[in-house]
């Protein structure tokens, strides 16, 4: 039910109106949990439309709050989880993190690039 529901908000994710009402909804962390925890298909639905929501500053803030770093860095040191291309693109939000964020997220982003 999980992944049924994943793709399902992945789709809503990809319409620029829908980014600010799941972020409403709360859906972040529940993203941020499938991403650790789910099957396959969970994780890169999950991870897909977490990239999705990461134009929307509020929705990286709130990511972060969520422990997504200590997911990402975790599933990307785990070279068969078949994930570590899909995750990538973390490097780029670290480095923004670094750029944009409060003094806490910017010295958890240097933590976890160092």
Known sequence: MKENTTCALLRL???????????????IPLLVSLLESGGLRAKRDASTMLYS?????????????AGIMKVLVELMADFESNMVDKLTYVVSVLVEIIEVGTQRQKEIAMVILL
């Open 13 to 27: 994710s990809q319409v620029e109106e829908s980014k600010a009402m799941i972020r409403r909804f709360d859906a």
């Open 53 to 65: 929501l990461y134009m929307v500053k509020e929705n990286k803030i709130k990511a972060v709050k």
